[in-house]
């Protein structure tokens, strides 16, 4: 083993998986932090039974240590992962619906966000779905803007969409997906991804192996 393998071996990785009910706890926390109207607990396990839905968590895996007395703290502090950020799509007739995402207020610009949206484009494509499509707040222009990037276009409004505050929501739509365009647009996405955050996120799906 040569020290740089130590130091990779010594740093925190994240990784994309499945929601379980064991997260939740973690989601809501980081829910009720990024937004106004939270969901309830109830609302998430009612998602994960539902067939049609799929939630995604972004963890980090707590650094590998070795020694005797490592193990014992790691066993001591219990949970060797900590959820970051997460989102939830469903699965329509013909186009996948980015329905929730949100990353702890303390960890964004990490890139777990961009990571999340990789995921829901993976998640579309092994569906065979050649559309996404979202609500975000009027007022949510960093995200719009994030949103953009991935190749979501303004197809409407939703006016008092969000209970809260009344406050209208924009509707956001990509083009097909399997458009020349958007597969290389998704491959760029992938490779500035890599290049900014690699060394922080450890591969778990097809968004790290991709283009
Ligand atoms: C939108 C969100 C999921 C992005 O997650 P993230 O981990 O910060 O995203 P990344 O680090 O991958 O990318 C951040 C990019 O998103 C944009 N962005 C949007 N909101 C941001 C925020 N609050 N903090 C930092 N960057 C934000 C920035 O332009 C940034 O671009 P850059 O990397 O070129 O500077 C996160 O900001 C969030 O949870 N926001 C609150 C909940 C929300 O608005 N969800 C969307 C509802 S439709």
Redo the contacts with the bound molecule.
Sequence with gaps: MTAGDNDDAQRARIIVRDMTADDIKAVRR?ESL??EDAWPARTFEEELNNAFAHYRVAVELQPKTSGTLATIRRKIAGAPERV??F?GCWYMVDQIH?V??????A???????????LDLFDLARVAELNTAV????VT?T??R???E?FGFRLKGTLHQYYKDNDEDAHVMITGDLSAPEAVERLARLRRE?RR??GATFADGSEAEAGA
């Design positions: 980081i990024a937004y970051l950020g989102m980015l929730t995402i949100a990353v702890d207020p960890e964004q610009g990490r890139g777990v966000g961009r990571r999340l949206l979202l609500e975000v707040r949510n960093r995200t803007r994030l949103y990037e991804h900014r955050f």
